[in-house]
């Protein structure tokens, strides 16, 4: 089972699937996709036998691939029955998930499922689920009424601890079940999954038409569930399965005991640089992310977070060189055939903020240092929140930020107003002077003094 059937999960999780069978000759896997909010990628794959092109973008793109891993397709959101059904099956030993930061619907404040939500609420009570957590916890439910067997969930979401994160929601849900539900229900997860972290990485941008147009051109067909990706791709996973699973490790992926360092180096120095890029890219007027890096200040900015931000504050994994990561990762962001652009990677800002910047943030001010680039990054977010329209934001709190701002839009207004929103930053950090003075600064310069003299200030370090 997959839920989230977006183009990540086909261009990553699929191929490795498929790689893993074709490695071991096992043919046996197949996925049962599951789109959440939106039906189209279920409707695209079904009248095509769930076939689906991956066609490489940049230095060394494989020639197109038609990927065959994916057997069914469902829409979430009209059977949520199938869903639940299909994770209980005994055939179902594996459950991934790639269904974004805001599909976890957790409370930051706590870390917990956030019972607030008014569709957490309603898969509580006992409607057919639709927020993944739901589905996973009545999946769970009915596998144990079917004696269906041990299953692993792994979450392939750029999450720190995204593993404990899943199996902590799914238990809070099944805590909030009426007593005796809960306790059956809870004892059985204990027994019964398993929920390794994982890291996952690779650059997959939404699918244009003419991406569509020249997979037509190649393949001789219309593949109307194609993707397009980066050629690099990476999966690191915490071996900690309940049950049987593809041979992932014979496709490249890497089995390990702690995922962690991993998930750091991904989230704080990846996505962390390709949020910066985004939001002083959309700042600038550049369109894509290749753009933006290839602008000589913000590419310096995004060394700056990496190298004297991040890298001072994380433990690597063994493995990685830290400076030969960083390089890597910038010379990615180069790839001028992907389209990823700056308005997709800025999208759900206030749900990537904490995870990718924030930590960052307080271990510097926890050590003494102050995170220049940091709070760079985290004021052109605010910039860019506070100078677009609420409809044309893409993000689940658009409204409710939106509210909190004041009329005026300086920065000695905004940046107080958005402190305060407690959905994003804790109070610790919220009266922090040190981050408070930062995120002036900075906001101030992107608003008034302009981007040239940004530049200047960047590049004079
Ligand atoms: C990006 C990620 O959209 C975003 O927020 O930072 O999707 C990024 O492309 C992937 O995590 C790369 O593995």
Redesign the pocket.
């Known amino acids: 089972m997959h839920l989230g059937l977006g183009a990540?999960a086909r261009a990553h999780t699929a191929v490795f699937t498929e790689e893993a069978m074709l490695a071991t000759g096992d043919l046996g896997w197949g996925i049962t996709g599951v789109t959440q909010r939106s039906d189209t990628v279920a409707r695209q794959l079904a009248p095509q036998d769930c076939l689906f092109t991956v066609a490489e973008r940049g230095a060394r793109a494989a020639p197109p691939r038609v990927v065959a891993s994916i057997t069914e397709a469902i829409s979430g959101r009209d059977d949520p029955n199938a869903v639940v059904e299909r994770i209980a099956a005994a055939t179902t030993t594996v459950v991934t998930l790639t269904i974004t930061e805001k599909g976890y619907r957790f409370d930051p404040r706590t870390g917990g499922l956030d019972l607030s939500d008014d569709l957490v609420r309603a898969d509580v009570a006992g409607t057919p689920p639709l927020t993944a957590v739901g589905q996973l916890a009545r999946g769970l439910q009915r596998r144990a009424e079917n004696g269906a067997g041990p299953v692993t969930v792994v979450s392939c979401d750029?999450l720190p601890h995204n593993g404990g994160l899943t199996r902590r929601l799914v238990l809070d849900f099944a805590a909030s079940l009426p007593a005796q539900e809960a306790a059956a229900l809870t004892e059985w997860i204990t027994a019964n999954t398993a929920f390794p972290s994982t890291m996952?990485?690779?650059?997959?941008p939404a699918t244009t038409g003419s991406d569509l147009d020249g997979v037509e051109r190649v393949l001789g067909l219309r593949d109307e569930a194609a993707v397009v990706a980066e050629p690099f791709r990476?999966w690191i996973i915490e071996d900690n399965f309940a049950g049987p699973r593809p041979r992932w490790e014979d496709a490249g992926a890497v089995f390990t005991q702690d995922v962690a360092p991993w998930e750091a180096a991904?989230l704080r120095l990846?996505?962390a640089s390709?949020?910066l890029l985004?939001y002083l890219g959309m700042a600038a007027g550049y369109e894509t992310i290749s753009d933006a890096v290839a602008d000589d200040a913000f590419r310096a900015a995004c060394r700056g977070l990496m190298l004297e931000d991040v890298l001072p504050v994380i433990e690597l994994p063994r493995e990685l060189d830290g400076g030969a990561y960083c390089a890597g990762v910038l010379d990615r962001f180069a790839n001028p055939a992907l389209g990823?652009t700056t308005a997709?990677?800025?999208?759900?800002g206030s749900q990537?903020i904490g995870l990718?910047l924030l930590t960052t943030v307080k271990d510097n001010l926890d050590a003494g240092r102050e995170p220049r680039w940091a709070a760079l990054a985290v004021a052109a977010w605010m910039r860019h929140f506070a100078s677009t329209p609420p409809g044309e934001l893409n993000d689940p709190l658009a409204a409710e930020l939106h509210a909190a701002l004041p009329g005026t839009r300086t920065a000695d207004a905004v940046v107080p107003a958005l402190l305060g929103l407690r959905s994003v930053f804790d109070e610790a950090l919220a009266a922090n002077p040190t981050f408070e003075k930062l995120l002036l600064h900075w906001y101030s310069a992107l608003d008034s003094t302009g981007l040239d003299a940004l530049r200047k200030e960047i590049t004079n370090g």
Request: charged share 30%; hydrophobic share 30%.
């Open positions: 990540f750029n996952v990485d690779r650059m997959v990476q991904k990846l996505n390709h949020s985004a990823h997709k990677v800025g999208s759900d990537k990718r």
